[in-house]
């Protein structure tokens, strides 16, 4: 059975950091293509981030450019979102999704890609 499980959300001031963590289990992590995503409250669900099968190519929203990293440990089953210089407006819950790619390294910002999503973690940005 297909599981992603979210982890390291919290509360942290303006400016601080936090490293969200996405544990894989029950499927072939390295023939997914993996995404982070956020939904604030009142809002629409959002694409934050996403890393091909590999672990190449990133993509990130304009909104988290040059503040937040995606990386992944393909060994490990798992993915990660570091997130740094963080803002209020940061405040979400964050979820992990996964789409099968195959033999294919795509990425995708777009919810309807991902089949499979984890739970979410809440991260809170405030002083």
């Known amino acids: 059975q297909l599981q992603l499980v979210e982890s390291g959300g919290g509360l942290v001031q303006p400016g601080g950091s936090l490293r969200l963590s996405c544990a894989a289990s029950?499927?072939?992590?390295?023939?997914?293509?993996i995404g982070w995503f956020r939904q604030a409250p009142g809002k629409e669900r959002e694409g934050v981030s996403s890393?091909?099968?590999?672990?190449?190519?990133?993509i990130y929203s304009d909104s988290v450019k040059g503040r937040f990293t995606i990386s992944r440990d393909n060994a490990r089953d798992m993915v990660y979102l570091e997130m740094n210089i963080l803002k209020p407006e940061d405040t979400a819950v964050y979820y992990c999704?996964?789409?099968?790619?195959?033999?294919?390294?795509?990425?995708?910002?777009?919810?309807?890609?991902?089949?499979?999503w984890g739970q979410g973690t809440q991260v809170t940005v405030s002083s």
């Open positions: 999704a996964a789409e099968f790619a195959g033999i294919l390294r795509s990425t995708s910002l777009k919810e309807s890609t991902y089949p499979y």
């Open positions: 029950g499927f072939n992590f390295d023939l997914y293509t």
């Open positions: 890393i091909d099968r590999v672990g190449d190519s990133p």
